[in-house]
Nanobody, 118 residues
Framework: VQLQASGGGLVQTGGSLRLSCAASGLTLDYYAIGWFRQAPGKEREAVSCISTSDGSTYYSESVKGRFTISRDNAKNTAYLQMNSLKPEDTAVYYC????????????WGKGTLVTVSS
C-alpha cells in the first residue's frame, strides 16, 4: 500500500495550491481519506477528511471555508484544494487512509511541503 502526496510548493499569501494523494495497493473507494499537517515545532493536526460511506467531509476550524477536500475514485486519487493561503498554513502535509476518519489512520503517505510566504 502506498499513498503519495504531491503538489506542495512555495506560494504567496492569498495564493492557492492543490494537493494530490495518489494511492496504489488499495482502492480509495473503500477508504476514508484524511489530510493532516505538521508545522515546524508543532504537533500534527488534522486538516480535513472525507468519508467513504456518504462522502461527508470534515474541516478544521482553521481551514474551513478555504480548503476543499475531494476524491476521484476513477483515478484512485484524493485532492485538497487550498485557497486564500496564509503563512500559518505552512507545514508538511500528509494524506492518510482508513476505513473511517480518525486521527490514527492506518495508511500514511510521505508528506509534501507547503510554504506560504508573507
Amino acid at each position: 500500500v502506498q499513498l503519495q502526496a504531491s503538489g506542495g510548493g512555495l506560494v504567496q499569501t492569498g495564493g492557492s495550491l492543490r494537493l494530490s494523494c495518489a494511492a496504489s495497493g488499495l482502492t480509495l473507494d473503500y477508504y476514508a481519506i484524511g489530510w493532516f499537517r505538521q508545522a515546524p515545532g508543532k504537533e500534527r493536526e488534522a486538516v480535513s477528511c472525507i468519508s467513504t460511506s456518504d462522502g461527508s467531509t470534515y474541516y478544521s476550524e482553521s481551514v474551513k471555508g478555504r480548503f476543499t477536500i475531494s476524491r476521484d475514485n476513477a483515478k484512485n486519487t484524493a485532492y485538497l484544494q487550498m485557497n486564500s493561503l496564509k503563512p500559518e498554513d505552512t507545514a508538511v502535509y500528509y494524506c492518510a487512509a482508513d476505513l473511517v476518519c480518525t486521527n490514527g489512520m492506518d495508511y500514511w503517505g510521505k508528506g509534501t511541503l507547503v510554504t506560504v510566504s508573507s
